[in-house]
C-alpha cells in the first residue's frame, strides 16, 4: 500500500524556521517527482515546491524562492521542505504528493498519490 505522511512543528513564531518531512513507503523515491502543496484557508491548494528523483532539480513557486529548500534522502524514502523566515501567510495545511513519471507539475491534479496533510501555523 502506498502512503505519504508528513510531519513536522506545527506552531512557529513568525521569522522562525522548521523542517516539514514527508516519509513515503511503499514505493521508492527513485521514479517519482516529489512535491509539496499547500492550502490555506479559505484559499485554493497551491503547488510550492518540487524535487525530480532523476535528476535531483528543484522547483519552487515564486512567492517562497529564497526561503523554501526542498530536499531528499532516498536512502530514507523521505522528502524535507525547509522553511525558514517564516511569515504569517506561510499558515496552511501542507501536503506531499507524488507523480509516477517524475514530473514536477504545478497541478494538483498531475499527482498519483498524496499525504493527509500537516498543519503548519505563524504567530505573529
Known amino acids: 500500500e502506498v502512503q505519504l505522511v508528513e510531519s513536522g512543528v506545527g506552531l512557529v513564531q513568525a521569522g522562525g524556521s522548521l523542517r516539514l518531512s514527508c516519509a513515503a513507503s511503499?514505493?521508492?523515491?527513485?521514479?517519482?517527482?516529489i512535491a509539496w502543496f499547500r492550502q490555506a484557508p479559505g484559499k485554493e491548494r497551491e503547488g510550492v515546491s518540487c524535487?525530480?528523483?532523476?535528476?535531483?532539480?528543484?522547483y519552487y513557486v515564486d512567492s517562497v524562492k529564497g526561503r523554501f529548500t526542498i530536499s531528499s534522502d532516498n536512502a530514507k524514502n523521505t522528502v524535507y521542505l525547509q522553511i525558514n523566515s517564516l511569515k504569517p501567510e506561510d499558515t496552511a495545511v501542507y501536503y506531499c504528493?507524488?507523480?509516477?513519471?517524475?514530473?514536477?507539475?504545478?497541478?494538483?491534479?498531475?499527482?498519483?498519490?498524496w499525504g493527509q496533510g500537516t498543519q503548519v501555523t505563524v504567530s505573529s
Open positions: 511503499g514505493f521508492t523515491f527513485d521514479d517519482y517527482a
Open positions: 524535487i525530480s528523483s532523476t535528476d535531483g532539480r528543484t
Open positions: 504528493a507524488a507523480e509516477i513519471f517524475d514530473y514536477c507539475s504545478d497541478h494538483e491534479d498531475d499527482y498519483d498519490y
